[in-house]
């Protein structure tokens, strides 16, 4: 396989049609499945700007010219995830989750206030996310049947579009905390604390829109739920390898070599939002 080239992050400026009419269970028409999809995207708007922000406050300490363009470009393509993720927080406040604007509202000063006067934890903490965006997104381009075929359309291109740029920026961060705080604890300490994080964040605003839904104690949903998650063909399900790698003192987001599914995926992303 040939090496990627990083220069090559490519900014695209997709139009997305969110506008239509998308069914409220638009996952395959499962509750479970389609809100904690929802919860993770709503968390991007606010986390990824977030991103941009840790690792930008570190620009001026990188010398190299090649990873200084590569920042540009990550800054780009999360800022177009941000703006694309935003559209479709406006569409869960529209079927009537006002909790998830407040809640965005409440990690947006967070997130502002860590990266002021925590920018190392910031940065760790965004190259480790990255590392969990990274693993997400190699998933769904090996299997894009299994993760987005169930989807609406509509829904299936922003997830794809989404995934192929997280695997084409998934080491910059990384290579940023290793120039300017390369701390193996740190690193260790940023991807425990973030995947439970992360985790806990997404289940709670999951739980919060089966309630508002008045779905929040049926037992088949949450089954179905147990199923989406761990079950033979779940999200997390044969990720485990891919997650551990993080915690090997050699670790570099490039071991894992997305360069063919990247070249295979760009023709067809474009082809459809770009
Ligand atoms: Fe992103
Ligand atoms: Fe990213």
């Known amino acids: 396989m040939q090496p990627i080239d990083r220069s090559a992050i490519v900014v695209r400026r997709p139009s997305l049609d969110l506008s239509g009419e998308i069914p409220r269970y ?23 700007a977030f991103f941009v922000r840790s690792v930008q406050r570190y620009r001026d300490r990188i010398d190299d010219p090649q990873l200084r363009e590569t920042i540009r470009s990550f800054a780009a393509q999360e800022g177009q995830h941000s703006a694309q993720h935003d559209r479709h927080v406006r569409m869960l406040l529209d079927q009537g989750y006002p909790g998830i ?16 006067w925590m920018p190392r934890h910031s940065l760790a903490g965004t190259a480790a996310l990255e590392h969990l965006t990274a693993l997400l997104a190699r998933k769904l381009l090996e299997s894009p049947e299994r993760w987005t ?5 509509r829904m299936a291109r922003l997830w794809q579009w989404h995934a ?37 964040e997404i289940l709670d605003r999951t739980v919060y829109m089966l309630w508002k839904d008045g779905i929040l104690f049926r037992r088949d949903v949450w089954a179905s739920g147990l199923r989406f998650l761990f079950g033979r063909e779940g999200l997390l399900r044969g990720a485990s390898a891919d ?18 599914l990247i070249a295979a995926w760009r023709p067809r992303v474009e082809a459809r939002v770009a």
Not at 149 to 153: A, F, H, R, T
Request: glycine fraction near 6%; avoid cysteine.
């Open 26 to 48: 638009w996952n395959g028409g499962d509750p479970f499945a389609t809100h904690f999809l929802n919860a993770l995207s709503s968390v991007f708007p606010d986390g990824e």
């Open 101 to 116: 604007g407040r809640r965005n509202a409440l990690i947006r000063r967070l997130t502002r206030w860590s990266v002021e």
């Open 149 to 153: 075929g169930q989807m609406d359309p």
């Open 164 to 200: 192929l740029e997280e695997a084409e920026h998934k080491a910059v961060a990384f290579d940023v905390l290793a120039q300017v705080a390369p701390s193996y604890p740190l690193r260790v300490f940023a991807l425990v604390s973030n995947t439970l994080g992360l985790f806990l």
């Open 243 to 260: 997650y551990r790698a993080w915690y090997r003192r050699d670790f570099h987001p490039d071991d894992a070599n997305d360069a063919a």
